[in-house]
């Protein structure tokens, strides 16, 4: 197979696997991701293949809801890809990729040691903040019940990748344990000016929040 018909394949594959997710990890947030990363890799000029294969891939095995999502991640790529005959060190570049672009709490170094890989994520990390980022960050509280916002309950530090895998506390918390934190942690330069005006919308959307909460708007 050519490299834009694996892409293809694989692209198919997913939008056929995350066609009904609901909490805000579907297939549309796969493509965005996909879009995001193509769009930066225009100034970054990495490996195209790379990084259109991690984009769509970064998602197969998400620590946030599978057991040993690493373990998980791995053999599903491998599998995926040696099925579709992608060369043995192109497929050991995307999983190393894979396995090191989640945010996790942000807790210690980043472990990513690819050009493509820090593409993808900002790609990921963009879709997390802004106009999108909102609504997915209330979808996904929605999802695992929690509320929207209890002023009594503080947002926290992590100290690791476990504790932030397993506190969840209201929607609102997300923003400061996460959301904000993301632009400053942005890889390339396209990606830092694109999670600007993201950023700058989420600060807005908190302050009309917290003066609806109080009554004063």
Known sequence: MQKQEII???ANHFKEEFAHESTGHDWFHIERVWKNAKLINKDENADSFIVELAALMHDIADHKFVEDADEVAKKRTVSLLANL???QNIIDQVVHIVLNSSFKGGVGANKMKLKEGLIVQDADR???IGAIGIARTFAFGGKFGSQIYNPEIEPMTFKNAEEYRKNRSHTINHFY???LLLKDGMN?????KLAEDRHKYMEEFLHQFYAEWEGEK
Do not use: I
């Open 8 to 10: 293809q394949a694989v």
């Open 85 to 87: 005959g992608v060369e």
């Open 126 to 128: 963009l879709d997390a």
């Open 177 to 179: 344990e996460k959301l």
């Open 188 to 192: 390339t330069a396209t990606g830092r």
